[in-house]
């Protein structure tokens, strides 16, 4: 059974970082993209980066020159390195398959508050 289980998040001041983790089970990173996406209340979740399907990473324009995702293979984990953050970045982040997300594959997520 395929798990996603992230981590990373909490309480960080406007203008500092966060790094995001998300480890799977299986051999979901052996056969797809790896993408971070966020949901805030009332809103529909986003992809805020991820592989496209042509070779490309694609970024939310609102994070863009300031989140980078990344991934080891080798320890079946995906990053996603958040600098300058801002408060309209508070959201629950969640990894998942991309450019298209399995249905079954979103976990927990992880918490970000952006706050002073």
């Known amino acids: 059974q395929v798990q996603l289980v992230e981590s990373g998040g909490g309480l960080v001041q406007p203008g500092g970082s966060l790094r995001l983790s998300c480890a799977a089970s299986g051999s979901i990173f052996s056969s797809n993209g790896m993408g971070w996406y966020r949901q805030v209340p009332g809103k529909q979740r986003e992809l805020v980066a991820g592989p496209t399907g042509f070779g490309r990473i694609v970024y939310a324009d609102s994070v863009k020159g300031r989140f980078t995702i990344s991934r080891d293979d080798a320890k079946n984990t995906v990053y996603l390195q958040m600098n300058n953050l801002k408060p309209e970045d508070t959201a629950v982040y969640y990894c998942?398959?991309?450019?298209?997300?399995?249905?079954?594959?979103w976990g927990q997520g992880t918490q970000v508050t952006v706050s002073s």
């Open positions: 998942n398959t991309a450019p298209f997300p399995t249905l079954s594959y």
